[in-house]
């Protein structure tokens, strides 16, 4: 089994920043894929940024170059710096990652932070 700890979420004026933590612990030999997924009231959940084990990143067109994604292997632990917030950016979000284990590869999801965004 596979914790993800999340951390970080809080409300700010928009134009602030925040930074969200994700740790990975429990029982796997490594992480590929690590993300984060936001769902704002009403809408789908969607993908915000992810990063690969390559440290290849990808963003959503609404967070290019405002928010920036970044892993610490050693700690298993992803990040998002999020700057520039605005109150569309209102949302819980959700860590996801990918784990290697002995039997196969498995996906887990964080429970959640919410990141409010007032005007």
């Known amino acids: 089994q596979v914790q993800l700890v999340e951390s970080g979420g809080g409300l700010v004026q928009a134009g602030g920043s925040l930074r969200l933590s994700c740790a990975a612990s429990?029982?796997?030999?490594?992480?590929?894929?690590m993300a984060w997924y936001r769902q704002a009231p009403g809408k789908q959940r969607e993908l915000a940024a992810a990063?690969?084990?390559?440290?290849?990143?990808n963003y959503a067109d609404s967070v290019k170059d405002r928010f920036t994604i970044s892993r610490d292997n050693a700690r298993n632990t992803v990040y998002l710096q999020m700057n520039s917030l605005k109150p569309e950016d209102t949302a819980v979000y959700y860590c996801?990652?990918?784990?290697?284990?002995?039997?196969?590869?498995?996906?887990?999801w964080g429970q959640g932070t919410q990141v409010t965004v007032s005007s």
């Open positions: 996801y990652c990918r784990v290697v284990t002995t039997w196969g590869l498995y996906d887990y």
């Open positions: 429990g029982n796997f030999k490594s992480i590929t894929n």
């Open positions: 990063i690969t084990g390559g440290l290849i990143t």
